[in-house]
């Protein structure tokens, strides 16, 4: 599914650019106090490895999992300080299932149904505004947790419920806005985050499992704009 969804968006982002180029023309630049939206297909493509384990209970030690991909339809809102710089933040919601990819267990679901909302600032830097316009950000992050349950193959092993911890982490981003007219924006962008997880795992009240995981994710968005 991972190489699917990188394919995917690959295409999606060549055809979007070649369209966007041979339409592009200059508009009038993005002055201070302007607000831009962008609605965007999203692919979120984690690693969600587990890089620490604290107590790993009826695990086999060679344990290893991964988190699936998901694409989601994401809104972004930029608001511009001059017409180079920016603050930018956006609002999605994307779920997840981890499982287990390495040791005897490899093929298990080891949580289910998890559904993050990555709270997002970037800080950004606008070359060429008001033209084709590639740019530059960095920002902070936070991943909230809001619903994730225990995957079926872990409750013949006594877990009876399972957590996610919200994290603090920092993201980085590349993109391009092409002009298509009338404050209209055409729109590729590339954010790598870096974050992690503690899962803990529970039988009852006894924590049995505890493991910190490498969310890490590729976010990867095309779609379109508008500047007002």
């Not at 991972?2 to 508009?27: E, N, Y």
């Not at 710089?85 to 994307?94: A, D, H, K, Q, V």
């Not at 390495?102 to 800080?123: D, K, M, Y």
């Amino acid at each position: 599914m991972r190489q699917f969804s990188r394919t995917t968006f690959a295409s999606l982002a060549s055809a979007v650019a070649m369209m966007a180029a041979a339409g592009a023309s200059p508009v009038q630049a993005q002055e201070a106090g302007d607000i831009q939206v962008k609605v965007l297909a999203t692919a979120v493509l984690p690693d969600g490895k587990i890089t620490d384990v604290a107590l790993l209970g009826p695990l086999p030690a060679t344990t290893q999992t991964a988190a699936n991909d998901n694409v989601v339809p994401t809104v972004a809102i930029e608001y511009f300080f001059t017409p180079n710089i920016s603050l930018e933040t956006i609002c999605c919601m994307t779920q997840h299932d981890v499982d287990v990819v390495a040791g005897p267990l490899a093929g298990a679901e080891a949580v289910s149904n998890a559904r993050v909302i990555p709270a997002t600032f970037t800080l950004k830097y606008h070359l060429n505004p008001g033209g084709v316009s590639p740019y530059v950000g960095a920002g902070p992050t936070y991943f909230l947790w809001i619903n994730d349950a225990p995957g079926a193959q872990t409750i013949p092993l006594g877990v009876t419920r399972q957590s996610l911890s919200n994290e603090l982490g920092v993201a980085v981003q590349a993109g391009i806005d092409v002009p298509a007219g009338n404050n209209f924006i055409v729109s590729l962008d590339a954010k790598k985050y870096w974050v992690n997880t503690t899962a803990r795992w529970f039988a009852g009240n006894t924590r049995v499992i505890e493991t910190t995981h490498a969310i890490d994710p590729w976010v990867l968005s095309a779609g379109v704009g508008f500047r007002f």
